[in-house]
Structures are given as structure tokens and as C-alpha cells.
């Protein structure tokens, strides 16, 4: 394999390149990596990734698998994922960065459960981590299916079917999704899910993003500071070209953030009137 580790450290922009044709190009990695995944099995390979999580054989093949189908695909870039070092692809200097969870909802892909996915989201080199830098992303649930993609300013698709959120605006008409693992709720959050029309928990962020893109959900409220970019980026993206609204939980905008260990909290919901309602309810009830 052509590629090798390298640095973090950013590279200058200079000009903007031309974009590669990233709607025809992702389906096509994300297929690779979920039938990667699909015949690794699930037993733990003995490694842990920079977030001290266990890599098991299903994570490390979509992994390597995605990383080898790039290394050919002709792009000057970065690749960052969950699972390794960021690896240098093509042989001119990077203008992309590809960040990549191979294998989202890795819990629910080894018991069978059906919301996990690959999810991938493309920046430009000197851009931040953050929904507003992706350029273009896919979410690919791992069951098969068309996967949910977007393109900056461009909208939100599955297959040829264009995306938009329900639109709710008050929580007593929405469903919302809450992350709930390794959380005890703080009061804000229970007066949130007492209001709510009902409450999911599914998880797996880019699938709860994707559902709340699609409309089928209201709102996604993961609260508990452990949220990195691979698994939330794509389904933000989703969520704002589909009409949504991604927010801090205290209502500011998402912080950018340079590696995939930096961690937040977040607030995806189907608008701003809706998002302004649980971002009240917070800054009334800290604590």
C-alpha cells in the first residue's frame, strides 16, 4: 500500500482544488468497507484506537479495507479514521480530508441490532472539523439499503429521493433521539424527555442524524461530552442541507476542533424553533 502515516499538521490551502466526483465515489467506498466488514466477524484484534476503545476484526477490516480502495482512487488527501493514524494518500500535496468511521453503532453491528453504519465526511485540508467545513458525506446503514448523502449547499439525497425534516417546532408534537449510553440525564434533559412526544435511543449519531434528516425523527440530543467528528459530521451535514438545525446544547454553534479525540455535546433537531426549545430548556435547568 502506497500510503503512509504522517503528521496532523495542516498543510496550506493555496488554491481550492477541483472537487473529485465525491456523490459517485462514497457509495462505492462504502460498499467496500461494509462487505469488508460484513465476513471479518466480531472477536477483538488485541488493539485499541486513539480513544482507548477495543478494535475488533470487523472495525479493522472496513478500516483497512476503505483506506486500500482510496490509496487507487487518484485523490490527494488525508485520511482520518476512528480506528488508526491518519494516512497520506496520492503523491501531491493533500487537499482533502476524508474522515471516516468504518463501523458507527459498533455495538448494535455485533448483536445484530440494525442501526450501524459507515459514515464518511470530506473537508477541505485547512478546514476544521465542523458540520459547516464538510464539502460532501454518506451515511451507509450497514443492513444494505441506499445510503443517505449530502453535498455542501448542494441538499440531501437517498437515492433519488431529496431529504427534508419534519419541520416540527415544539417538543410536545416531536420524537426526539437521546444518547443515553454511559449517561444518567441531567434534570434538563428528563424535563426534555417528559415534554417530548416520545423518545428513542438508537445508538449509533450518524443513523439518528440520518433519521432526523429524513424526517422520521424530530430532534438528536447527544449530551454527554463524549461525541467525536467521525461519527457525527455526515449525518450533521444531512441535517442542515435537509433544512435542520445543528447546535451546541447551550445554542452556540458547534466548535471546530483539529483531532478525532476532541470531544462535544450537540443538538441536531428539524428546526430552529424546535432547537431553540431544548436549548431553553437547558440553560433554565443546568444541573
Known amino acids: 500500500m502506497n500510503s503512509k502515516p504522517i503528521s496532523t499538521a495542516f498543510f496550506d490551502g493555496g488554491a481550492k482544488p477541483s472537487s473529485p466526483p465525491w456523490r459517485e465515489l462514497l457509495p462505492l467506498l ?15 484484534t488485541g488493539r485499541k484506537n486513539a480513544k482507548g476503545d477495543v478494535v475488533k476484526a470487523f472495525d479493522f477490516a472496513a478500516d483497512e479495507a476503505a483506506r486500500n480502495y482510496l490509496a487507487q482512487a487518484d485523490i490527494d488527501g488525508l485520511l482520518e479514521t476512528e480506528e488508526g493514524e491518519p494516512y497520506k494518500l496520492g503523491k501531491g500535496k493533500p487537499n482533502w480530508r476524508i474522515v471516516i468511521d468504518p463501523v458507527d453503532g459498533s455495538d448494535n453491528f455485533v448483536r445484530g441490532l440494525p442501526l450501524s ?3 464518511c465526511a470530506v473537508l477541505r485540508i485547512e478546514a476544521l472539523l465542523a458540520p459547516y467545513n464538510v464539502e460532501a458525506g454518506i451515511v451507509a446503514p450497514a443492513e444494505g439499503g441506499p445510503p443517505f448523502q449530502a453535498s455542501r449547499h448542494k441538499g440531501a439525497r437517498r437515492g433519488e429521493t431529496i431529504l427534508r425534516t419534519s419541520g416540527k417546532r415544539t417538543l410536545k408534537d416531536s420524537i426526539v433521539s437521546i444518547e443515553l449510553n454511559h449517561l444518567a440525564p441531567p434534570r434538563w434533559l428528563s424535563r426534555v424527555m417528559k415534554k417530548a412526544a416520545g423518545v428513542r435511543s438508537y445508538g449509533c449519531a450518524s443513523r439518528a442524524l440520518a433519521l432526523v434528516a429524513s424526517g422520521a ?15 457525527h459530521l455526515a449525518g450533521a451535514l444531512l441535517v442542515l442541507e435537509a433544512g435542520g438545525c445543528v447546535v451546541a446544547p447551550d445554542g452556540s454553534p458547534l466548535p471546530g476542533v483539529r483531532t478525532l479525540t476532541d470531544r462535544h455535546s450537540l443538538i441536531a433537531a428539524a428546526s430552529n424553533d424546535l432547537a431553540c426549545e431544548i436549548v431553553q430548556e437547558r440553560n433554565e435547568n443546568v444541573g
Open 30 to 44: 462504502a460498499t467496500t468497507a461494509l462487505q469488508a466488514a460484513q465476513t471479518a466477524g466480531c472477536q477483538p
Open 117 to 119: 453504519a459507515f459514515s
Open 217 to 231: 425523527i424530530d430532534a438528536h440530543i447527544d449530551a454527554r461530552d463524549r461525541l467525536t467528528a467521525e461519527s
